[in-house]
């Protein structure tokens, strides 16, 4: 073996101490260590003929980089939709690296890693008070989900007419319809040669983001006789807007069409009583989005799709591993490699497998109520401000806001983030420039709230 990794392997105990060392002193400070960073500089490394060894990587690492690291995983970050790391999915994961399982079949592949991905799924459907007809699997995120499902709405959609889409190729009569899609909706779409052009709009209702039925129900009679994919928003990004599922379960039985729904972050309204009610009829979906980077608190990168049972056929045709003799025949036994876009794969499930064992149903109830909580106290704050203003509605977790000195709102961001105590990012709503809160880490209490506040008023002093 080569010298070094030889050393490597024998100090395997010492290596992993100081890591265990480094990661608590990280995890300790993560409330003081600044959102962002406005000097980026560093520098850069070429590759060398002889290595340092983990220790001294880590060594060049912290001494270079580790600076750099913002507290992304903190309760101050409220861009995009950024979740933090539980406990349990830290341990989870770790161990995920450790085991390197390469998970794929439930049987004859001699590990057991599948079995637990199926049973990590089956106990996310249970906290999502989900019904027992979708079975799932976990890919890097909602993007990969989004794609996944649409995969399948594709086949699902040449079958319609006749046509095996992923042997013989695209078909040009597909409609894809849609309201208010994420952006990785579009751009699966456009990885899966739907082309995302080819989206027809449909309206959304008067001041929300979510589907106008009687407009949604004049597009279907349009295109009566071709196979519809209807894309669906559980959770819009920026009021955090849900579709009618209810309302466009009726119209499923009435228009037969393929009805996927984006649940990335939104699914997890579930979690909560006074809030289930959004996702009303998302069990009619045929299949379904779910991030579990994001409101989970599972680290970077963890989604889940589901679609129905029902549908497995078309999900293997759509992923079928083909003319590989040597990894099985994959009508014998279920395995993922037939069921999602990846071959090798490593064991994503278990993160997420720790966090439902180790917090169950009442913790993750927390965990929504609580950032639903802290979402309104900075709602609360600024409805009584008398220099910023909400823009449209909070549905949820998110808040969208203003300077009521509108073109003053970009250089408040700019400076607020700079000050690297909480960050924000900025968004369109109605055709205006807003900055947008979004609550999903773990960590986040009211007196995260209340430091953001100040830091608020002081770069509004200043500006
Ligand atoms: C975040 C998000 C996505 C994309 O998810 P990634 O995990 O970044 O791939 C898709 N849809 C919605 C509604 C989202 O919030």
Known sequence: MNEILKNDLDNISSILEEIKKDSIAFLNSIDEIPTSHTDQKTDSFHLMATGLGASGALDLFNSHFRKLIVSSAGPRYWGYVIGGTTPAALAGDWLTSVFDQNTQSTQGSGDISAVVELQSIKMMAELFGLPDHFNGGFVSGATLSNFTCLGVARQWAGVQSGKDIARNGMSDE??????TPHSSVIKSLSMLGFGSNNIVKIKADQGRERIDLFDLEQKLIEFSGKPVILTCSAGTVNTVDFDDFQAISVLKKKYSFWMHVDAAFGAFAACSDNHQHLLSGWENA???TIDCHKWMNVPYDSAIFLSRKEHQKLQVQTFQNSNAPYLGNPAENFSYLNFLPENSRRFRALPAWFSLVAYGK????WIVENSIHCAMLLKNYLEAS?????????HLNVVCFALKENSKTSDFLDILNGHGKVFMTPTILDGQLCIRAAFVNFRTTKQDVDIAIQEMEEVLEGL
């Not at 597909?174 to 309201?179: D, G, K, R």
């Open 286 to 288: 045929d299949s379904i």
């Open 362 to 365: 009442e913790g993750f109830k």
């Open 174 to 179: 597909i409609v894809i319809l849609a309201a």
């Open 386 to 394: 008398a220099d910023f203003e909400v823009c449209g509605a909070v």
